[in-house]
């Protein structure tokens, strides 16, 4: 279902490129990364609040914002990148970070996040010049400026100790929800790796390759509100790694056009920011898309904390949509249409009549967890109704997906 055109709350004109988009975490404000300068917005009628780094002078890449607002971290793009925090408040600048420790630092950092809190910030960053590269996560202790990394990567084209097969540029590294772990993911290999924060030198590699098709683009990495997966992307392609399965999903996971950016609403729908496409919303178990807003040159959205207004960036104009449909009900009633499943709650069994007159229908069953329990073809024949076994699943909400005479229905069985 798309719907092209929604109520504009509001439009401003902003002084340059729109890079980044982020609410406010109490939803009242948005944070937008221009071109030289970050500047606050009122949700409510679009005033600009306030403006940080417009002195500086530099272009900037990247933002992010502390779990409570207080706080915000850019990225330069000066002769040396520089990370910057502000006081979102005062508008101060609390500190201003460079690694000039190491002796292979950074020249470009990519990636920077706030711990939940707001005591440190990781960052990745990357150094290149005719001989060699290297690559690094950086923790950095805002009161102090205390660094420490880790961990380092090289590729050298001088010595054959570091091969560039065995190099790691890593793009993204983000805290878990709790602040427990680090997470961080790099290119090349797709290789994914925790840390335990009370103790950094205990590294678990979750994933070493995979589905992710390895690009030299920025990964994308963030974990779902609700813990239980991490949600990765490199150039046209995003998957979903199971945390307490330590395992790639391949049934949450899809191929698609070309991800400028993923922001998660708070029940695991993905929103998904494609650049040639606009925005869509996938259901997170089904993959289908619940809602398409379709723009071109997009950089950047997010949605509101209550999932009630989108937030845009496209090239210099910054626009808040209000959602021509509830997005939570849309997702929920398309795993919950009624069916005449039968019998359901079901026990040992249970019937699905199909109706399809073209040959090519498909069922799919995914269980509560995300896992795909059944899944059936058919390819040569018609059928007018399917009978499946469920004796030996668990007890629970099943998703049942059926693709029938080119539609994609979704609907919600129990197993009891």
């Not at 306030?50 to 890449?61: G, I, T, V």
């Not at 707001?118 to 001989?131: P, R, V």
């Not at 560039?164 to 983000?174: E, L």
Request: hydrophobic letters at 35%; proline letters at 3%; aromatic letters at 12%.
């Amino acid at each position: 279902m798309v719907y092209p055109y929604d109520e504009i709350v509001w439009e401003v004109k902003t002084p340059g490129q729109i890079y980044d988009v982020a609410y406010h975490p109490n939803g009242e404000s948005v944070f937008v990364l221009n071109d030289g300068v970050v500047q606050m917005y009122s949700v409510a009628n679009g005033t600009l609040i306030k403006e940080f780094a417009r002195e500086l002078q530099y272009s900037l890449s990247k933002m992010a914002i502390s779990k409570d607002g207080s706080m915000v971290a850019v990225i330069t793009l000066a002769e040396y990148d520089h990370i910057i925090i502000f006081n979102t408040e005062t508008g101060k600048e609390i500190m201003r970070f460079r690694d000039t420790i190491s002796l292979d630092k950074p020249d470009n950092y990519n990636s920077v996040a706030f711990s939940p809190d707001g005591k440190f910030i990781i960052t990745t960053g990357t150094h290149y010049n005719s001989y060699n590269n290297f690559s690094t996560v950086l923790l950095v202790e805002i009161s102090s400026g205390k660094i420490q990394a880790l961990n380092k990567s090289y590729y050298s084209k001088i010595d054959p100790n570091f091969p560039y097969n065995k190099f790691q540029n890593f793009t993204r590294a983000i805290y878990s929800n709790n602040g427990l772990n680090i997470f961080t993911i790099s290119t090349n290999n797709i290789r994914l790796e925790k840390y335990d924060v009370k103790d950094l030198s205990q590294k678990e590699v979750l994933m070493d390759g995979g589905y992710i098709t390895p690009s030299d683009d920025d990964n994308f990495l963030k974990q779902t509100r609700t813990g239980k997966y991490l949600l990765i992307s490199s150039a046209y392609n995003y998957g979903v790694f199971n945390l307490s399965k330590k395992a790639f999903d391949l049934s949450l996971s899809k191929r698609i056009g070309l991800i400028n950016s993923l922001t998660l609403d708070a029940k695991d729908s993905i929103l998904i920011n494609e650049e040639q496409y606009g925005v869509k919303v996938r259901n997170f178990y089904t993959k289908d898309i619940m809602y398409s807003y379709h723009l071109t040159y997009m950089r950047s959205c997010d949605i509101s904390p209550n999932d009630s207004l989108l937030i845009t960036g496209i090239l210099d104009t910054l626009r808040i949509i209000k959602f021509k449909i509830d997005i939570q009900s849309s997702v929920k009633n398309s795993a919950q249409n009624i069916l005449p499943i039968y019998p359901n709650p079901s026990k040992e069994n249970f019937s699905i009549p199909l109706n399809c007159s073209e040959l090519g229908s498909e069922v799919k069953v995914i269980s509560n967890s995300g896992k795909l329990v059944y899944n059936q073809l058919f390819e040569n024949s018609i059928e007018e109704s399917l009978n499946i076994d469920c004796s030996k699943w668990a007890n629970g909400a099943y998703f049942v997906q059926v693709i029938c005479n080119n539609q994609t229905k979704n609907y919600k069985v129990i197993i009891e």
